[in-house]
């Protein structure tokens, strides 16, 4: 374990006057220690949960992208180099504070470091120090692998928030939790649904030059707005390893371009719902689509519980479980007949 790969959160509720909440998590570590990757699952976690949420993006990789290179420039212009950071951090910082403040939901505020990580940028084990001493502190180290470390940040900001959060998240956030996949019959009258969050759904899978390695695109959002992930799975030491990266809207339609000829587009309703504390989701597959998922829907879940244990929505009509058939995979749905 390195300290370059440790994440470190900083979660804090701001604004004790609101009647709904607003949390800021900060996330800080060395490269590749999955920052991206867990910025884009916090955000796709809670706002399936009802949650705004809003991303702050990291204030070093917006300036070093325009060509800055530590090794050019001098020690003086370094300094003045991480001055401009600070400046730049604390600018995005306020903005999107200030439109949190204004929003009436829950919001959740996640940024991609803080102030406290350019005082000393060029130095990993003294940057990941300078959090030590803030109130709401939080390690996630190495110990387990990568999906778990995911998780782990995911439950250490659920427990900070804690009632507030609406949900029970105990049994979904274990180690041992796994998806289970379910078939619908018929889409229910919305009003049996106690609270739903729709989602508009698509994905797109992509050429790769390993045929170990899948690949794909997402659009998610609603209300005319969306955001864009990367995804890339692949099976490493018998075990599946999956990399998700936020992407805006220009890399987002790039990539389009490399589709995979042999697979239909994938479009979805999603509908996200809390039953008896459990989180679901229901996605209703939409046309146009591969015949093999038309008039699909699917309810899924991530949980410990097996078989009979795990109590469904009684307001569903549960055709069968799916979750250990691969005739039910996105990458198979999609595929050309």
């Not at 709904?20 to 490269?31: F, I, Q, R």
Request: net charge neutral; with cysteine.
């Amino acid at each position: 374990m390195s300290e370059e790969d440790t994440i470190r959160s900083s979660c804090e509720r701001r604004d004790s006057k609101r009647e709904s909440v607003l949390y800021k998590v900060v996330l800080t570590g060395g490269p590749c220690a999955g920052k991206t990757t867990t910025v884009a699952r916090l955000r796709t976690f809670f706002e399936n949960l009802g949650w705004k949420v809003y991303t702050v993006p990291e204030a070093a990789t917006i300036l070093l992208g325009g060509g800055v290179k530590y090794s050019e420039v001098s020690p003086i212009q370094a300094q003045e180099f991480n001055r401009n950071i600070l400046k730049t951090i604390l600018q995005l910082e306020t903005t999107f504070f200030e439109m949190a403040a204004e929003d009436k939901r829950n919001v959740i505020v996640v940024c991609d470091r803080g102030t406290y990580d350019p005082s000393a940028f060029s130095t990993v084990l003294i940057r990941l120090q300078a959090w030590v001493g803030h109130p709401y502190y939080d390690v996630i180290d190495n110990s387990t692998d990568f999906e778990s470390k995911i998780r782990r940040v995911i439950e250490v900001v659920c427990k900070r928030i804690g009632k507030q959060l609406g949900a029970d998240i105990d049994d979904r956030l274990k180690a041992q939790s796994k998806k289970r996949k379910f078939l619908v019959k018929s889409l229910p009258d919305s009003s049996l649904f106690s609270k739903v969050e729709d989602f508009d759904v698509t994905h797109d899978y992509l050429l790769t030059s390993n045929p170990q390695l899948q690949a794909r695109v997402r659009k998610r959002g609603q209300n005319g707005y969306f955001t864009f992930t990367h995804t890339e799975r692949r099976t490493m030491d018998g075990k599946r390893v999956e990399q998700i990266m936020q992407l805006s809207d220009r890399e987002y339609r790039a990539l389009l371009n490399q589709r995979d000829p042999t697979h239909h587009p994938i479009h979805k309703k999603r509908k996200c719902f809390l039953w008896k504390g459990h989180y679901f989701q229901l996605d209703v597959f939409l046309e146009p689509c591969s015949q093999r998922c038309q008039d699909m829907l699917m309810l899924e879940t991530y949980t410990t519980k097996q078989g009979d244990e795990l109590e469904l929505p009684d307001f569903l009509e549960i055709v069968k479980e799916v979750t250990s058939d691969p005739h039910y995979s996105m990458y198979y749905l999609s595929a050309q007949d």
